[in-house]
């Protein structure tokens, strides 16, 4: 019965063209979330074969057990000193980070206030902590401290610093105001951020310091797993009872040691940095240029509204053929009707070939 009403669900979404397949790509990579290109870097890449040589592939048991190793040592004292805080600890995605984070933080009688266009992983460890739940308009600072004065439980504001599938920026610096005023926890999502915006790309963190700052490291520096960064006794809290640290194999040596070699190279302002910067603008200077309507992202992520599934995976495909691998953003991971292109920029892309994506989205005349 539960399969079968999987199956029901499938057969709907594929009715809505709405159903995802998985399966192996190739072409100009405008899709995926490496903004500077750190994957491909042999800095890391030498750092990884190296630990891979002295400690193996896998993280072999949960931190608490054995798996926590002198790289991941290593990789949460960088964290804490490049981004400014006591303390920091590597969780082995960014999934588990948020959910271990909120749901270790907020139990029943708490509340959770979420920005509207929150990733899942806020979402999912907010209803997972049982605590009061609500969400507040996109980016709007008057409706959060408007929610934030209504009551005086204890409360933890959670919000992204460059949203995913937008690519806009928060109000960081009111929203931080707000919690201050009312006494309020803030959590800063910094997936898409860090590498992106802020002074030499150093995120969220060279605007305001958030009580709880989230780092994921298989975007702009190029590995994978997470960082949170807070106080001692944050860390140790949720070293001790977060149950997504806990009860996990922690991440592979490797990965630790390729993330700070990623960090090492943030923090002397590698000219990736810059390039992708220069790249965001030469991208929209030439998407105006040719008559494509954007939207106001200034970060890495440029989406390009089409407002149907149809005719965007249409659009997607056409792209493919010519050897472009574009994000196709289909409802319901956004809301009907606002179905984009989601447009990854990279240091790693070159002027001409973002001269000729822009060259082909016209082309394809389904904008």
């Given at each position: 019965?539960?399969?079968?009403?999987?199956?029901?669900?499938?057969?709907?979404?594929?009715?809505?063209?709405?159903?995802?397949?998985?399966?192996?790509?190739?072409?100009?990579?405008?899709?995926?979330?490496?903004?500077?290109?750190?994957?491909?870097?042999?800095?890391?890449?030498?750092?990884?074969?190296?630990?891979i040589?002295?400690?193996?592939?896998?993280?072999?048991?949960?931190?608490?057990?054995?798996?926590?190793?002198?790289?991941?040592e290593?990789?949460?004292?960088?964290?804490?000193?490049?981004?400014?805080?006591?303390?920091?600890?590597?969780?082995?995605?960014?999934?588990?980070?948020?959910?271990?984070?909120?749901?270790?933080?907020?139990?029943?009688?708490?509340?959770?206030?979420?920005?509207?266009?929150?990733?899942?992983?806020?979402?999912?460890?907010?209803?997972?902590?049982?605590?009061?739940?609500?969400?507040?308009?996109?980016?709007?600072?008057?409706?959060?401290?408007?929610?934030?004065?209504?009551?005086?439980?204890?409360?933890?504001?959670?919000?992204?610093?460059?949203?995913?599938?937008?690519?806009?920026?928060?109000?960081?610096?009111?929203?931080?105001?707000?919690?201050?005023?009312?006494?309020?926890?803030?959590?800063?999502?910094?997936?898409?951020?860090?590498?992106?915006?802020?002074?030499?790309?150093?995120?969220?963190?060279?605007?305001?310091?958030?009580?709880?700052?989230?780092?994921?490291?298989?975007?702009?520096?190029?590995?994978?797993?997470?960082?949170?960064?807070?106080?001692?006794?944050?860390?140790?809290?949720?070293?001790?009872?977060?149950?997504?640290?806990?009860?996990?194999t922690?991440?592979?040596?490797?990965?630790?040691?390729?993330?700070?070699?990623?960090?090492?190279?943030?923090?002397?302002?590698?000219?990736?940095?810059?390039?992708?910067?220069?790249?965001?603008?030469?991208?929209?200077?030439?998407?105006?240029?040719?008559?494509?309507?954007?939207?106001?992202?200034?970060?890495?992520?440029?989406?390009?509204?089409?407002g149907?599934?149809t005719?965007?995976?249409?659009?997607?495909?056409?792209?493919?053929?010519?050897?472009?691998?574009?994000?196709?953003?289909?409802?319901?991971t956004?809301?009907?009707?606002?179905?984009?292109?989601?447009?990854?920029?990279?240091?790693?892309?070159?002027?001409?070939?973002?001269e000729?994506?822009?060259?082909?989205?016209?082309?394809?005349?389904?904008?």
């Amino acid at each position: 019965m539960l399969i079968d009403r999987l199956t029901a669900r499938l057969k709907l979404a594929e009715q809505e063209n709405a159903k995802r397949q998985i399966r192996v790509r190739h072409g100009v990579d405008f899709a995926s979330n490496d903004y500077l290109g750190f994957s491909q870097r042999e800095e890391l890449k030498r750092a990884a074969k190296a630990t891979i040589d002295s400690h193996g592939v896998g993280g072999r048991a949960s931190h608490l057990v054995m798996g926590h190793t002198q790289h991941h040592e290593l990789l949460s004292q960088q964290a804490a000193e490049l981004f400014g805080y006591e303390a920091a600890m590597v969780f082995s995605s960014g999934y588990a980070a948020n959910l271990g984070i909120i749901a270790t933080l907020l139990t029943k009688g708490d509340r959770v206030l979420h920005d509207r266009l929150n990733h899942a992983s806020l979402l999912d460890g907010g209803a997972l902590s049982g605590a009061n739940f609500r969400r507040f308009r996109h980016n709007d600072v008057a409706q959060l401290r408007d929610f934030l004065s209504r009551s005086n439980e204890p409360t933890l504001v959670a919000i992204e610093s460059v949203y995913s599938m937008d690519g806009d920026v928060a109000d960081l610096v009111e929203i931080q105001a707000a919690c201050q005023e009312f006494g309020a926890t803030l959590l800063v999502d910094d997936a898409h951020g860090v590498g992106v915006i802020g002074h030499h790309g150093r995120g969220a963190s060279t605007a305001i310091k958030p009580d709880i700052l989230m780092v994921a490291c298989g975007k702009a520096l190029g590995s994978y797993g997470a960082l949170v960064c807070g106080s001692k006794e944050l860390i140790a809290g949720l070293s001790n009872f977060s149950r997504t640290y806990v009860y996990t194999t922690a991440l592979p040596p490797a990965q630790a040691a390729a993330s700070s070699a990623a960090l090492a190279l943030l923090q002397a302002n590698d000219s990736a940095i810059a390039t992708l910067q220069s790249n965001i603008a030469h991208f929209r200077y030439c998407a105006e240029d040719s008559g494509l309507l954007l939207s106001a992202s200034h970060s890495a992520i440029q989406p390009i509204h089409v407002g149907d599934n149809t005719r965007l995976m249409n659009l997607a495909e056409h792209l493919e053929a010519k050897g472009f691998l574009v994000g196709a953003i289909r409802a319901p991971t956004v809301a009907k009707g606002s179905e984009r292109l989601r447009i990854s920029l990279s240091a790693a892309h070159t002027p001409a070939q973002i001269e000729q994506l822009i060259s082909e989205v016209r082309r394809s005349d389904l904008i």
